[in-house]
Nanobody
Framework: AVQVVQSGGGSVESGGSLTLGCSVS????????MAWYRRPPGRQCELVAK???????VYLDSVKGRFTLSQANSKNTVLLQMNSLKSEDTALYHC????????????WGQGTQVTVSS
């Protein structure tokens, strides 16, 4: 079975940094794309960043220049480096993956809490 395992997260003061990791296992081949979504308290889920297998990335406007999504040692492992964190970045972060560009985000991680105190 495909598993999506998240790592990292936690609590940090405003202006600090955190790194989230996400690794997909149990899948034959490479994921086409992987992403991070987040759900801030009382708000809807939003796409934070996504990366495709060719390395192209897309970011939420509010995190551009502060967050960096990259592939780690394989195309099924990604790292989200979050710098200059703000209180509005506080949310439950979920990693997602899909095997083709036209399908829904089929595989999801368990969620990781990020809390930024001002």
């Amino acid at each position: 079975a495909v598993q999506v395992v998240q790592s990292g997260g936690g609590s940090v003061e405003s202006g600090g940094s955190l790194t989230l990791g996400c690794s997909v296992s149990g899948f034959t081949g490479n994921m086409h794309s992987m992403a991070w979504y987040r759900r801030p308290p009382g708000r809807q889920c939003e796409l934070v960043a996504k990366i495709s297998d060719d390395g192209n990335t897309v970011y939420l406007d509010s995190v551009k220049g502060r967050f960096t999504l990259s592939q780690a040692n394989s195309k099924n492992t990604v790292l989200l480096q979050m710098n200059s964190l703000k209180s509005e970045d506080t949310a439950l972060y979920h990693c997602a993956a899909r095997a083709t560009p036209v399908t829904i985000w089929k595989y999801w991680g368990q969620g990781t809490q990020v809390t930024v105190s001002s």
